[in-house]
């Protein structure tokens, strides 16, 4: 499995679709801050639209895709910012929630889901995203893919026929990777774990981490892995992942402790050793070091909040 597939796995994103919105003349929608957890998205499925977020305002067209990993408030309007704006009705077009403005054919339309995802296991990708990740997927090489991609979303959601939501809602999994891909390969992407990705020679390093991260990892061995010297190696893999290879490597660890505290029965101890810690209180140092809680609390926490309601 290539990094990319296996960060995403172990994010376990759970997408969901929200409303569509379809609009015409003017309008302007406030989204207030998402809990932790909680990645907010928007694909332009046809027209234009502008989202002002942080202090900046970023013009959408069709194909493009923003996500808002932390969750950071944001507004989308039209692009004539128009001084008076149309308040959206809401119905349901039998497979989604429906927000409409204006009586005309839609100028915008716009499908709007979230991703949600286990805290925790986000360590490597969520935490190093930029918020928001915007991503014109219409100039990138895989415009084709994604065109049959977006052109499926439309027509399921516009037919509405039997499993049209499972398939949308779905296909959305495949729309959040292909964003990442593609941001990632971008040549003024800044520096994070989707740039340290898309870099041909340091994968083989980093598929080497991801697989076996008990193993004593070198800078010499890893450097020989990428086929660099021990300089050339730890400079470009900074300049690459705006963090140093230990840096990174606690975060795959983690992660991958995250993910076995949550999806199995394994003792802190024994996952400890599995991610490369030989002693449990050294894990439990570099876990509360990233976690903000011991292993254990974290498996509680977790835990807890997936246990069934009392019937």
């Known amino acids: 499995m290539d990094a990319l597939s296996q960060f995403i796995q172990l994010t376990r994103p759970q ?28 694909l332009v499925l046809a027209g234009a639209c502008v989202v002002d977020a942080g202090g900046r305002s ?23 910012h128009a001084a008076t704006s149309r308040k959206p009705r809401v119905a349901h077009d039998g497979m989604l929630p429906l927000r409409q403005t204006g009586r005309g054919a839609a100028e915008v339309d716009l499908l709007c889901g979230r991703f949600v995802h286990e805290p925790g296991s986000t360590t490597l ?19 084709p893919a994604l065109r049959a991609l977006i052109d499926l979303m439309r027509s399921e959601a516009e037919l509405r026929a039997a499993g049209a939501l499972a398939i949308v809602t779905s296909l959305s ?33 980093i598929q080497a981490m991801l697989s076996a991260p008990e193993r004593p990892w070198t800078i010499d061995t890893l ?3 990428a086929a660099m010297s021990r300089a050339t190696y730890a400079r470009h893999f900074k300049a690459r992942a705006d963090m140093t290879v230990w ?13 076995q505290l949550i999806h199995t029965r394994l003792s802190a101890g024994e996952i ?25 609390r974290y498996r509680r926490t977790i835990t807890g909040q997936h246990a069934p309601a009392p019937g």
């Open 15 to 42: 997408a969901s679709l929200d409303v569509r919105c379809l609009f015409q003349g003017p309008f302007s929608i406030p989204h207030e801050p998402e809990p932790d957890g909680q990645v907010l998205f928007h």
């Open 173 to 205: 999994q495949a729309l959040l990777t292909l964003a990442l891909r593609v941001y990632g390969q971008r040549e003024n992407a800044a520096p994070g774990t989707l740039t340290l990705l898309s870099d041909a020679r340091l994968g083989p390093s």
């Open 125 to 143: 990708l969520v935490r190093t995203l930029p918020d928001p990740l915007h991503v014109s997927l219409a100039n990138s090489a895989s415009f």
């Open 58 to 80: 970023l013009t959408l067209h069709e194909g493009d895709f923003i996500l808002f990993p932390r969750g950071e408030a944001h507004t989308i309007r039209d692009p004539a």
């Open 223 to 225: 450097a020989d892995l």
């Open 247 to 259: 840096d990174f490597l606690t975060r795959v660890r983690m992660t991958l402790a995250c993910d």
């Open 272 to 296: 400890g050793t599995r991610v490369g810690y030989q002693a449990e209180a050294a894990f439990g140092k570099a876990f509360k070091q990233q976690l903000g809680m011991t292993p254990a």
